[in-house]
């Protein structure tokens, strides 16, 4: 018998399990595609802070979420003895002109009373960060301390193991015992809209590359340049990516969108030059109307929970949504948002 039965094991549905599993309810996690089948199987694992200004509680809530992140991957890889990928590599962007060196400077400030004095946002010449480093029209460049990286299927396999390790199950099929979480991305937002005079979640595609690299990139910080984010992995792959598109109509398929990415990519990071691309993905990404994870008492189905809208940061949110789904599953207790609830959605 399971004391809790979620259905999807992608990065919500998989790190709110182990989180129940960790504080002693036997946990049934149910999708029939299998783990990271959706947005959760994609490559670029960027786990980058929100800008250190205009304080709310989903920054404040992500920023808790990221510097939980560390000893909630250090647990799950020594459970499972999988590896999930994860690393505080930090993140470094070009700065453009004059007045985007003005503003970052001001966030500089900002960040040492919002981040706790626990991470670093500076502004640095370009030549102090070496050769892995974006083309900088000013000359300068943003490095921070708080961003991470993740493989996105690496984390999921990583949370399998541990759940089947300590006793849990993940598999396609099975009973519905227990508190019932949905968390099933953009198929459950999309059947709450239908049931809606309004739309509360859509479907944003989104596409992405590996590429390998001749040098040694492992623990080199990632990039975001040109509106693209440059991931090194600790496998030896750098991700790429991605696109956000509103229309598509192959949610699987990739294009010249993917194409684009590419070759602003290696526009923007010299480094990049040569290197080959070893695949192509494209998925699906869950967005609620708020633009905020979805958390809560499940708008459809009475009695039962709801954990989706994930969107670009559900990797960098996934700790604390485990926490604070796992309180109130097993625990009775309710400390989510306001920002969060289904009802910010409407």
Sequence with gaps: MADVTIYGAGIFGLSIAWACQKRGAKVRVIDPFGPGAGSSGGLVGALAPHVPENWNPKKAFQFESLMMAEPFWQDVEAAGDVSSGYGRTGRIQPIADTHALELARDRAAS???LWQGKA?????????????????????????TLTARMHPRRACAALVAALQEAGGMVVEAGAEEGRVLWATGVADLEAISAARPRVF???????????????????????????????PHADGTVAIGSTSERVFDDPNSVDARLEEV?????????????????ERWAGVRPRSRSRAPVLGQHPLREGQFIANGGFKIGFGMAPKVAEVMADLLVEDTDTIPAAFRPEASF
């Excluded at 390998?212 to 509106?227: E, G, I, K, M, Y």
């Excluded at 590419?262 to 070893?278: C, F, K, N, S, T």
């Design 111 to 113: 960040a040492g009373d």
């Design 120 to 144: 670093v946002w500076e502004v640095l010449p370009v030549a102090d960060v070496g050769d892995w480093a974006p083309a900088s029209a000013s000359g300068y460049v943003i490095r921070d």
């Design 201 to 231: 979640g859509s479907g944003i595609k989104g596409q992405g590359a590996s590429l390998r690299v001749t040098s040694d990139l492992r623990n080199a910080p990632q990039l975001f340049a040109d509106t693209v984010h440059v991931v």
């Design 262 to 278: 590419i070759a602003r990519a290696i526009a923007a990071v010299p480094a990049l030059q040569g290197a080959e691309v070893l």
